[in-house]
Structure formats: C-alpha cells, structure tokens
C-alpha cells in the first residue's frame, strides 16, 4: 500500500535549520509530483514546495522561498526538505503528499516547531 512517512522535524531555535524527509512506498515513488504542506496551529494548509518529475523543477511559497529548498532522491525513494533561517511562523506540522492532478497520499506529518 501506499505509505509516506516524514521525520526531521523538532524544536528548533529561530535562525536555525532543520531537514525533513518523507520516506515513500507503495508507489513508482519518481512518477509522481511531490509536495510539501504545512498547518500551523489554529490555521489552515498551507502549500510550501513542490517538486516535478522530469527535469526536477522545484517551485516554493514566497514565504519561504530563499530560505528552504526540496530535492528528492528518486533511487531511494525519498523527498526532503532542506529549512533554513527557521522563524517562529515557521512552526506548523509538515506533511509531504504525491500529486498526479490532486494530492491523493498523504503523510502524518512532523511537527516543527520554532522557539527560543
């Protein structure tokens, strides 16, 4: 069955870095559009990155943009999500999901939070 597993996430002090990685399965992991999604607390999805099949093109939220970056790592089926310069709006549970039209799989998530 299909199963994306993320990790990487923690607390983290503003300024700082953390990786996330979602771990795929299930699925022809490299024919899939991969994104990445945040829902920090009290508030709605929010779409951060995505990354295409093909050529690899990446796109990114303004919000983030400059200061986090996807990859993927088609031979071991695996997506992640580089985050630096960390700020506390920052904070939210990341998921990554698969796209072929709609996000049809989704993680769990992990949680990042941003804090002194």
């Known amino acids: 069955q299909v199963q994306l597993v993320e990790s990487g996430g923690g607390l983290v002090q503003p300024g700082g870095s953390l990786r996330l990685s979602c771990a795929a399965s299930?699925?022809?992991?490299?024919?899939?559009?991969m994104y990445w999604v945040r829902q920090a607390p009290g508030k709605e999805l929010e779409w951060v990155s995505h990354?295409?099949?093909?050529?690899?093109?990446?796109y990114y939220a303004d919000s983030v943009k400059g200061r986090f970056t996807i990859s993927r790592d088609n031979a071991n089926n695996t997506l992640y999500l580089q985050m630096n310069s960390l700020k506390p709006e920052d904070t939210a549970l990341y998921y990554c999901?698969?796209?072929?039209?709609?996000?049809?799989?989704w993680g769990q998530g992990t949680l990042v939070t941003v804090s002194s």
């Open positions: 299930g699925f022809t992991f490299s024919s899939y559009w």
């Open positions: 990354i295409n099949t093909g050529d690899g093109s990446t």
């Open positions: 999901a698969r796209a072929k039209g709609a996000l049809d799989a």
